[in-house]
């Protein structure tokens, strides 16, 4: 029996998302289900004075509007995955678009139009939404769940005056949005002092933490179901004021209530990635050796929360430099709370490779040579040796497949036709975090197979891999394994996000499993029913379904006959703890750029990754082409613009937010893997994947257009007016 695990299976939950059978939470029928539609604040700075709701509760089909005079006093959760501050209980308003009211009513039609008709009267101030307009100067705010915003290590100063050769930048990120496909959505059902969510979360734990603090309830009261996710990237992960609200609106007029945000409402009410600024100082020997790293940067942060989330890991960690000095400034801004957006340390990440790239061109050297010469074979903070780190087998593999040594070393040396081609490369890297899992697996008396634990799919094949594990473990087919997640009564496990999935469950799937195969072939060999009958469990080997004596394949028979002649199911349970990490890649880049309009064409794209074991070699390729896509979408176009009047994000709609689409991406992106298992994780080899192939692309792009063009651009996006 081959093994499923590291092969390309097509995803098991394909069909059902195809053919609509596959439910996601605004999907789910709830009887007497009445729909929400939030009155958003048109101020970035001030207070409530007056709020008339009588054009609205006019309309028909109107149930309630609710205002903070309705709302009853909410516990601000003290968890980390929790934004500090929950609308409408009270007058003050930090940002454009923070909920006013809540219009309930029979139709999400009926209630987006009396939604309009609220009005409300302000007392409002004069507000700061970017970062050269803050009130304040810059500081070093608190730590953040123990992660230092001021880290050094040797004496970064001294080593910079002293180096031989010295780079100074500054780059920067605009502000940016999540746009997953299925916006953030609540349902909310109480039945007396027990509520259940359909929630569209990276979380069903998280989300129940956060109500059942906000509410004062305990844990196991609050039900919540996400069997389906249509994309997270980190707008899904935390837990939103959205969501408490949609349950304390159930709460007071006692009957479930559904809201879907719509897609404007997202641009203020689920995060976003921070405007960003780096002012980034290197050394290095004549050689191109790093001797000095200094790095301050300022991130966008509000009224209310002081967290950093665009952390500069990689300019710490990555390449060997004995001095460093990083810190994580921030500025506060009357703008909603920004959050974790997919790959948060690619905003850091793109100034680090882009200076990596221009220091490459200030001494001389190939872009690649100087990332091989500076390579870290130990960690920068232990000196534990990398053992298990394949970064210079992605440097090979990439560049060989890509021609990288038929690059020529003169920037705009290569015209086709009306188009400057250029090659750039970066490399890629990003933490994975491992969370506590336990996972249940069962074999019925069917001789099917069930995995259930609380963790999420949100898109990324979660579902797909869990049914190999189990269907290896056990020696199954894989049409007769399932698994069951997305549910917060079931087995705990951690959030789907920091690319911790596959990382935090795989070896409680797999222990869970090979424990229950273990129970089963015991029950075999001392049943006298049964053809392996006195055979030892050393003995006995399974495949196809089938536990069969290995030196006597006669002796045979099916999980559904041993399981079903003991008249009751096999279950056990398992927890297998795994630790953080680093994932790492190689991405180059050819781009083309138009001699007369500027325009930017991507054309070719070569990636290699060192993930640890490859678990699926289709959805491992899938988070490729989507990191790379996503990148390309950084580098060229995506930019959230505020009306720095009013603080009113002017452009938020998929219209004037522009993303890649497929005239966007190369004809073809070349995945590659390292595929060598990672004996320090217990996940079965693996090590956590998913936001690493974002983070060189950016840099990757801009490096190639300075090689097609001679023009460095160090603000994102690269947009048009920058190139001509």
């Known amino acids: 029996m081959t093994e499923l695990v590291g092969r390309a299976v097509a995803r098991v939950d394909g069909r059902a998302k195809v053919t609509g059978t596959a439910l996601y939470a605004a999907d789910q029928p709830v009887p007497g289900v009445l729909q929400a539609f939030f009155v958003m604040s048109t101020v970035a700075r001030g207070e409530v004075v007056r709020i008339d709701t009588s054009a609205a509760l006019a309309v028909p089909g109107v149930v309630a509007v609710l205002t903070h005079h309705d709302i009853p006093k909410l516990v601000v959760p003290n968890f980390p995955y929790f934004r500090r501050f929950i609308p409408m209980q009270g007058t003050a308003i930090h940002h454009v678009g923070q909920p006013v009211a809540i219009v309930v009513a029979s139709t999400v039609e009926q209630a987006h139009e009396a939604a309009e008709l609220v009005r409300v009267e302000y007392r409002a101030l004069k507000p700061s939404v970017v970062l050269e307009d803050g009130r304040e100067p810059q500081y070093l705010p608190p730590n953040f769940r123990d992660l230092p915003n001021d880290i050094r290590r040797g004496d970064a100063e001294t080593a910079l005056a002293q180096a031989p050769v010295r780079l100074e930048a500054r780059y920067s990120s605009p502000t940016r949005h999540h746009n997953p496909i299925e916006p953030p959505t609540t349902t909310a059902q109480w039945d007396g002092d027990r509520v259940t969510l359909h929630e569209s979360t990276q979380g069903v734990l998280v989300t129940r933490t956060i109500v059942s603090a906000a509410f004062g309830l305990p844990p196991d009261a609050v039900h919540v179901i996400a069997p389906y996710l249509g994309g997270g990237f980190g707008a899904k992960g935390p837990g939103w004021p959205h969501t408490i609200l949609t349950v304390a609106a159930a709460r007071v007029l006692g009957k479930p209530v559904r809201l879907v945000l719509s897609r404007a409402h997202m641009y203020t009410l689920t995060g976003h990635r921070a405007e960003y600024r780096q002012h980034l100082r290197l050394g290095a020997t004549r050689d191109g050796k790093l001797t000095s790293i200094v790095e301050t940067s300022a991130a966008q942060l509000t009224q209310t929360e002081e967290s950093i989330f665009n952390r500069s890991d990689s300019t710490v960690e990555l390449y060997t430099c004995p001095n460093v000095h990083v810190r994580h400034e921030g500025v506060r ?69 890509f021609g990288w040594a038929r690059r020529k070393p003169k920037a705009g ?312």
Not at 346 to 351: I, L, N, R, V
Request: with cysteine.
């Open 333 to 401: 801004l009357d703008v909603a709370s920004s959050s974790y957006m997919r790959s948060p340390e690619t905003t850091s990440h793109f100034g680090l490779e882009t200076a990596m790239d221009e220091l490459a061109w200030q001494l001389g050297l190939d872009p690649l040579e100087l990332r091989r010469r500076n390579h870290a074979e130990f960690d920068q903070e232990t000196g534990e040796r990398l053992a298990n780190k394949h970064l210079l087998d992605c440097y090979a593999m990439a560049a060989d497949r």
């Open 413 to 724: 040396a290569t015209k086709d036709g009306d188009e400057y081609v250029g090659w750039g490369m970066a490399t890629e890297t990003h933490t994975f975090n491992a969370m506590p899992s336990t996972a249940s697996v069962t074999v019925g008396t069917d001789g099917k197979a069930l995995v259930q634990l609380a963790t999420q799919d949100i898109g990324t094949g979660t579902y797909t891999v869990l049914c190999q594990i189990l269907a290896d473990a056990l020696g199954m087919p894989l049409a007769d394994v399932r698994a069951q997640i997305g549910d917060s009564a079931l087995p705990p496990a951690g959030l789907s996000a920091a690319s911790a999935t596959i990382a935090s469950i795989s070896g409680s799937v797999d222990q869970a499993a090979r424990t229950v195969r273990a129970a089963v072939i015991d029950l075999a060999v001392a049943d006298p029913r049964s053809p392996l009958f006195g055979a030892t469990a050393a003995e006995v080997v399974t495949r196809d379904g089938f536990l069969v004596h290995a030196r006597d394949g006669r002796r045979r028979e099916s999980y559904r006959a041993v399981v079903g002649r003991s008249g009751a199911s096999v279950l056990r349970t398992a927890t297998v703890l795994n630790k953080a990490g680093h994932s790492y890649g190689a991405v180059f880049v050819e781009a083309r750029v138009h001699a007369r309009l500027g325009s930017v064409r991507v054309t070719r794209v070569v990636t290699a990754h060192d993930i640890g074991r490859v678990m699926n070699r289709r959805t491992a390729r899938g988070q490729v082409l989507g990191g790379v896509t996503w990148g390309i979408g950084h580098a060229l176009m995506e930019h959230t613009v505020f009306d720095r009047t009013t603080g009113r994000v002017v452009n938020p709609n998929m219209s004037t937010y522009l993303v890649p689409v497929n005239a966007d991406a190369p004809p073809e992106v070349e995945t590659l893997f390292v595929d060598k298992p990672d004996p320090a994780s217990t996940a079965m080899g693996a090590r956590g994947f998913g936001e690493t192939p974002i983070t060189g692309v950016p840099a990757a792009i801009g490096n190639a257009i300075f090689h097609a063009t001679g023009r460095r651009v160090r603000d994102l996006p690269i947009t048009q007016d920058k190139l001509l």
